[in-house]
């Protein structure tokens, strides 16, 4: 071996111990960080990008699944006869690994697979399989199936007879009930938030081959690894006899975290039958076979100390989730470490209801619980009389609240002064006081947190003669702009243009990455994706005889000294590094999370109390920023999805039977586009988190969301004075209190 | 039953159930995908096309009742090596991030941009005997129809404005 890597096949692994050197820093490129377009833009433009439903095998075949009409019994029988005579239907299939809902993320083995047991109004219990989509449609409505019924499931959780109170998530540090009530300013306030749906424009999708018993199944998911594990184990066969493909996936948001019930049935009815069969779920289906996120109920108290600096914070919540179901909505999970107070408080009671299963949904935990915080900070300011930007900055702590870490980088501070100096925010006006035609306008602020998180990952990149680069993962791209960031980390490392170079992704037999979801993707991938290219660069260097550090790669030639060599001198066959990337010792000797502050302005109708949203304003901090158009546009989604959630989105159901009477996109109102202002969004320059990973870029595609919709509320209690602590803060919520003007 | 379509300028023949729609009939049957299905119900916008120039929610029309008519969809506005102005100005703003709404934001505003030239008013346009300005507001109440669950409204809006005064100042110079 003489010291030399083989030209092929070594590989790097890295732990994230400690502080990492600013290796990107020292790149010539210039490509990473930019506004570079999405490499794979033109094929979505065109229509060319293909999504799961897309697929066609010769043969194919359609599913459609029928759906529970009962809350909570049993299946006893299905009349398969009378649709079997149907036009072009070829079978009914019940039970078997059917599942009852999607597995929870990263779960790693098959969800509850309950038939003939019933656990809610939706879940699937039938698939009629035809020969074209109009005829299995047809054949499943007119699917009768009888049920013995069980009475008197829960379906409300404020009522319901199970619940779970976990000791292990009750945090008590001092004593809250003294400190409240010893504290100069006190607030103790409840907030209530609906359960939401992810509503993914594309519906969950499945089409499943097997060829010499080996499942193909385009898919349209997150997190291949836990994906092939999941369905494997629906199935009863091996992981390695599952592939998945999932190379375009028309928005996830957490709904395509685990395997869903359409990949399950469309990959057991094509093992049955012999034939491809595609799977996709109606629109109803999706909202009631797919996750939403639990309503919660909140109890804030906030105590402080004349000059407004907390002695008191306790945060506990109310939510519920199917039997079962291991997830809970980690409403307070921001709260922990954002401000500080000696006293503190937290608990969570769980219920166990027949609801459609809850479970992550675009930042899970601070995407709801930000709102109840942020607004009852608001109130503090009010009661204080102590501006709310003010009364953030002076509660920011040195050190993490409850076990003392230190932060790694944390700009919230400024995040929240750069923020109120290009929002105006010294132009504001006490609540109610400023009327602009039949408008009341007010501006509110809410600072954003988000937990960042780092993930076993793995990626191959290679090095062509020809100075042509691939690079391969499982990873996906859920809109998050995957391919974009990979390509200009592995442009940056190597040099390259970003046309030459491809990125391979959504591939479960490629080497396997995070995946999508909790905001670690892009951190976590792309970590593995440098540490393969620094692995190239090392061999590069080796060659020469130099160190790594003493080569600069720009525009396709490598320079070292004075002298220049194209990578065809370098090397005569493809070089391929394989980079491993784990979490270490740094995740817990830090705090890390991403930050940032939301300013809001907006115009409450002073007869109707209809809210418009009037200009936004996004500051955030999130280390290294890998793409500026990409990441702005992540903020974009998840600060509108902050209007949704603070004006519009509700899923609602049905107090007798559980069921979701909305269960469509005419009546789950998503923000469309005359509901969103011109928004500005401000990523801090020059940030770096050191402690996060080794390209010291933490996650945004949902630090966005949290905190936005706080800042809504806000502003609507700056206009009009009507505090809305039940969300969305729809007009019947706000015209009966509003101040009488002439 | 048998039903003729020229779509994106060829015309087709196809023998189809009549319960298909327009979208399916495209996606199923004539592998043309580019027309995306969010809901089926025409509460999303993903399917929109253009029949005879105007566009409509292709999941709510059956394939039957356009026999004869003239369908534009998606990939008969360009290519990926040769794109349209309005395909171009999406990529360039990001006005899209998964991009399943897309090409129905495209075909939308394709013929949103027709119907403000012929000076078709909106719900937000102030008076309706005057020729409409293609504001930011008119904009969003007019591509309303069309939802985006990555919420790229702002740069959706930023990409059909960059078209429209591309657009204009062409038309300028022509004149
Ligand atoms: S698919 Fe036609 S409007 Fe949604
Ligand atoms: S780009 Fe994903 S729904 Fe619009």
Do not use: F, L, R
């Given at each position: 071996m003489d010291g030399q890597p083989q030209s092929k096949d070594f590989s790097v692994k890295f732990t994230m111990d400690e502080a990492q050197p600013r290796v990107l820093d020292r790149m010539a490129q210039g490509l990473l960080g930019t506004a570079m377009d999405r490499p794979e833009g033109r094929m979505k433009v065109t229509g060319t990008a293909p999504y799961a439903a897309e697929y066609r095998r010769e043969g194919l075949v359609h599913g459609m699944l029928v759906r529970s009409t009962i809350t909570r019994g049993r299946v006893t029988g299905i009349d398969t006869e009378k649709v079997q005579s149907m036009d072009g239907v070829i079978a009914v299939m019940t039970g078997g690994p059917l599942v009852r809902n999607p597995a929870q993320g990263t779960a790693h083995e098959a969800p509850a697979q309950s038939l003939p047991e019933v656990f809610y109004?939706?879940?699937?219990?039938a698939l009629v399989v035809a020969e074209s989509f109009e005829q299995a449609r047809h054949a499943a409505q007119a699917l009768t199936v009888t049920y013995d019924r069980a009475d008197g499931?829960?379906?409300?959780p404020a009522t319901a007879s199970d619940t779970e109170t976990p000791e292990d998530d009750v945090l008590s540090q001092g004593d809250i009930d003294t400190a409240m009530k010893e504290a100069a300013f006190a607030v103790d306030t409840r907030y209530t938030t609906p359960p939401h749906s992810s509503a993914a424009m594309e519906p969950h999708a499945s089409v499943a081959s097997w060829t010499d018993g080996r499942l193909e199944l385009h898919g349209s998911y997150q997190m291949l690894r836990h994906n092939v594990a999941e369905l494997a184990d629906a199935l009863g066969v091996d992981e390695a006899d599952v592939r998945i493909h999932s190379p375009y996936v028309g928005g996830g948001f957490g709904a395509k975290l685990g395997i869903a019930p359409e990949a399950v049935a469309a990959a057991h009815a094509a093992r049955e039958l012999g034939r491809p069969v595609s799977v996709v779920l109606t629109r109803p289906q999706v909202f009631e076979m797919t996750m939403r996120r639990s309503e919660t109920t909140q109890r804030l108290r906030l105590g402080s100390d004349a000059e407004g600096r907390l002695t008191a914070l306790g945060h506990e919540d109310w939510v519920s989730n199917l039997p079962g179901e291991a997830f809970a909505e980690p409403t307070a999970q921001g709260t922990h470490f954002l401000y500080g107070g000696d006293n503190r408080y937290f608990a969570q009671t769980l219920a166990r209801v027949h609801r459609p299963c809850a479970g992550s949904v675009r930042a899970p935990g601070e995407a709801v619980g930000m709102i109840a915080l942020e607004c009852a900070m608001d109130e503090l300011a009010e009661a204080t009389g102590i501006d709310p930007i003010d009364l953030r900055l002076r509660n920011l702590p040195e050190t993490h609240p409850e076990n003392g870490l230190p932060y790694s980088e944390r700009g919230l501070g400024d995040c929240l002064r750069d923020g109120a100096a290009k929002f105006g925010w010294d132009t504001r006006k006490p609540a109610g006081t400023r009327l602009e035609g039949d408008w009341w306008v007010g501006m509110g602020v809410a600072s954003a947190v988000r937990v960042n998180a780092l993930m076993n990952s793995t990626a191959r990149v290679t090095l062509n003669p020809d100075g042509t680069a691939l690079c391969e993962t499982d990873m996906t791209d859920i809109g998050t702009g995957s391919y974009a960031i990979l390509t200009q980390i592995v442009g940056e490392m190597l040099g390259l243009d970003a046309s030459q170079i491809e990125v391979r992704l959504g591939d479960s037999d490629l080497p396997k990455s995070s995946g999508s979801g909790g905001s670690w993707g892009a951190q976590s991938c792309g970590s593995a994706v440098f540490l393969a290219a620094q692995g190239i660069r090392k061999a590069l260097a080796e060659k020469l005889g130099v160190?790594?550090?003493d080569l600069t790669l720009k525009d396709g030639t490598v320079t070292s000294g004075n002298v220049q060599h194209g990578f065809a001198d370098l090397i005569d066959s493809p070089l391929t590094c394989e980079g491993t990337l784990n979490p270490g010792d740094t995740a817990d000797a830090f705090s890390i999370a991403g930050y940032g502050a939301h300013f809001a302005e907006v115009g409450v109708h002073r007869d109707t109390g209809e809210v418009r949203v009037r200009r936004m304003l996004g500051v955030f901090s999130i280390g290294r920023v890998l793409n500026e158009k990409t990441a702005s546009s992540q903020c974009h989604g998840g600060m509108i999805w902050g209007i949704g959630s603070a004006l519009t989105e509700e899923i609602m159901h049905d107090p007798s039977d559980g069921r979701i009477v909305n269960h469509n996109l005419a009546e789950y109102h998503l923000p469309v586009s005359l509901d969103v202002p011109d928004l500005d969004v401000v990523l801090l320059e020059d940030t770096r988190d050191d402690e996060a990973n080794p390209i010291q870029a933490k996650g945004i595609g949902e630090l966005g969301i949290a905190g936005a919709a706080g800042a809504i509320g806000n502003a609507i209690y700056n206009a009009c004075g009507v505090r809305v602590r039940d969300f969305p803060a729809t007009p019947d919520k706000i015209f009966p209190h509003l101040p009488e003007t002439d | 039953m048998i039903i003729t379509l020229t779509v994106n300028g060829r015309r087709t023949e196809l023998d189809l159930d009549p319960r298909t729609t327009l979208l399916d009939a495209l996606r199923h049957h004539l592998a043309l995908t580019g027309t995306k299905k969010g809901c089926d119900h025409g509460q999303c916008g993903a399917c929109t096309l253009l029949v005879n120039g105007r566009r409509i929610n292709s999941c709510l029309a059956l394939a039957a009742s356009h026999d004869g008519d003239e369908i534009t969809t998606i990939e008969g506005l360009g290519k990926p090596e040769a794109m349209s102005d309005l395909q171009a100005a999406f990529v360039q703003h990001d006005g899209?991030?998964?991009?399943?709404?897309t090409p129905g934001q495209i075909m939308s505003a394709e013929a949103m941009l027709a119907e403000v030239a012929e000076g078709w008013p909106s719900y937000v346009t102030r008076a309706l005997d005057d020729d409409p300005t293609l504001t930011d507001e008119e904009m969003a109440e007019r591509m309303s129809g069309n939802l985006c669950r990555c919420s790229a409204y702002p740069r959706i809006r930023q990409a059909i404005g960059a078209v429209r005064d591309a657009r204009a100042s062409r038309t300028e110079a022509a004149e």
């Open positions: 109004v939706g879940q699937p219990v499931a829960d379906v409300d160190a790594a550090d | 899209y991030q998964c991009g399943y709404c």
